[in-house]
């Protein structure tokens, strides 16, 4: 069967198992040639290149983490010479530990084909003007959508993050199709456009949103705000290349990734094993082709679970669901292990709300104290606050057991935020901040 795209290949089961093979033994073999950290803990597994016959062994192989990329910094898991490294790009650090990725000409090569791949899968054309309102310079995000939207054939206007008026200005100016941002940032400008009576003088049609995790709710409210076509989620990290790691198609059935470009593994946190087929578990990257720093069963610490069967697109790479958060994100909270986006999810089961919210955590007498704040809907009256707040505590409590303050303050009050919204304000102790 052919598709009939321009940048996602056409491969069958084999062609792409045997893609697989081919990377994964020649990222092995990289890796224990170039870099010294990674021959030691390959050595210390007992696991030399030559063992990696079949794609099962994988799983002989030992993890990457977070750790070993701060162990080497600034120049972590390097395996060439620094004569072929082109670029270094570093993570926004969110969770306090920046890292610094070093890149080949090859590798920031295939990273466009990758962000290329996306805005195919989207749906552009050459005709389409893409306004690109994420960070540049050091972060991945700004660089990694121009690249491919160059490559692709689009318009770019690399405009950056923040700046409303500016932000709007080139909106109406410019009459961009398509905006990739945070979708903190899509639920601001959305909210500005609204509130200035905008919507008439611009073209969007389209927004391609990523970075951090968003509810089907939070989408719903920016879609039908600025009445688009369609919203995509993209997923991606600066360990693998950057944004782009795979994309949202037409369907909008779950995320399909470049499998041809790295193996992704679901394993359980605690076991290390995998997970059966599309139970949710910790999202394992081993790229096929990345030269400057490759990844051999790097642990992304992000929640995500694989999606079966073929989609409908008739694109037949591999799918995995939205990523639902990262294991750091974590809170424990008498002695209870709650994600936000659990949160999150709850608050998706009350129209009168909206989707933003804010978990606050205090210590008061030695016990620990948690409040969430969350929006009434601009249409709901406030009058009903009090027995809405009890609903939600109680359903809460149902569901994550435990027991919660819950204020309910009006539309627009929470902070906004231009990249990455911060959800957990926790106040109890300093090893307990972000
Ligand atoms: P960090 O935030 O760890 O400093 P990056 O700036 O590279 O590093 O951001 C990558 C992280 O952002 C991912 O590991 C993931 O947690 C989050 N992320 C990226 N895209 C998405 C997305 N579409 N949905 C949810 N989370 C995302
Ligand atoms: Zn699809």
Avoid at 152 to 179: H, K, R, S, Y
Wanted: aromatic residues 6%.
């Amino acid at each position: 069967m052919s598709n009939n795209f321009r940048f996602l290949p056409d491969l069958s089961t084999d062609q792409l198992e045997a893609i697989q093979l081919d990377g994964l033994k020649w990222t092995v073999k990289h890796a224990y040639n170039g870099s010294p950290a990674y021959r030691d803990k390959l050595d210390q597994s007992g696991v030399e290149p030559g063992d990696i016959r079949e794609l099962s062994h994988i799983e002989s192989l030992p993890f990457t983490t977070v750790e070993d990329l701060r162990l080497g910094y600034p120049f972590p898991l390097v395996s060439v010479s620094q004569e072929q490294i082109v670029r270094i790009h570093a993570s926004s650090g969110t969770t306090g530990k920046r890292k610094i990725l070093a890149y080949t000409q090859n590798d920031i090569d295939t990273w466009k084909n990758m962000m290329a791949r996306c805005f195919e899968l989207a749906g552009l054309t050459r005709h389409d003007r893409v306004q690109i309102a994420v960070g540049y310079g050091l972060w991945t995000a700004g660089v990694g959508f121009q690249l491919g939207c160059e490559h692709f054939g689009a318009m770019a206007v690399p405009i950056g993050p923040g700046n409303l008026d500016f932000q709007l200005q080139f909106l109406t100016d410019l009459q961009p199709t398509c905006l990739c941002s945070t979708a903190s940032m899509a639920l601001l400008l959305s909210e500005q456009v609204n509130k200035m009576g905008l919507r008439d003088k611009i073209k969007l049609k389209k927004l391609i949103f990523g970075a951090e995790p968003h509810t089907p709710k939070m989408r719903k409210q920016i879609e039908s705000t600025l009445s688009l076509e369609h919203s995509f989620d993209i997923p991606g990290m600066t360990e693998v290349y950057g944004p782009g790691t795979g994309m949202e198609c037409l369907e909008h059935s779950g995320m399909h990734y470049w499998a041809d470009i790295f193996i992704l593994e679901i394993i359980d946190p605690v076991t290390l094993k995998p997970v059966p087929p599309g139970a949710t578990g910790e999202m394992v990257i081993t790229t096929l082709s990345k030269e400057g720093v490759p990844l051999i069963r790097y642990r992304t610490r992000d929640l995500s679970r694989t999606i079966d069967g073929s989609c409908p697109c008739g694109l037949e790479l591999p799918r995995h669901d939205r990523i639902l958060g990262r294991s750091d994100d974590m809170i424990i909270f008498r002695g209870v292990n709650i994600y936000p986006g659990q949160i999150a999810g709850i608050l998706e089961e009350f129209s009168d709300v909206s989707s933003e919210y804010q978990i606050l955590l205090k210590r008061e007498g030695g016990l620990d104290f948690m409040k969430i704040i969350v929006e009434r809907r601009d249409i709901v009256s406030s009058e009903n606050d009090q027995q809405l707040a009890v609903l939600i505590s109680d359903r809460i409590r149902k569901k994550v057991m435990v027991r919660t303050q819950l204020e309910i303050i009006d539309p627009g009050k929470l902070p906004r935020s231009m990249g990455k919204s911060k959800r957990v304000v926790d106040e109890r102790n300093p090893e307990h901040q972000a």
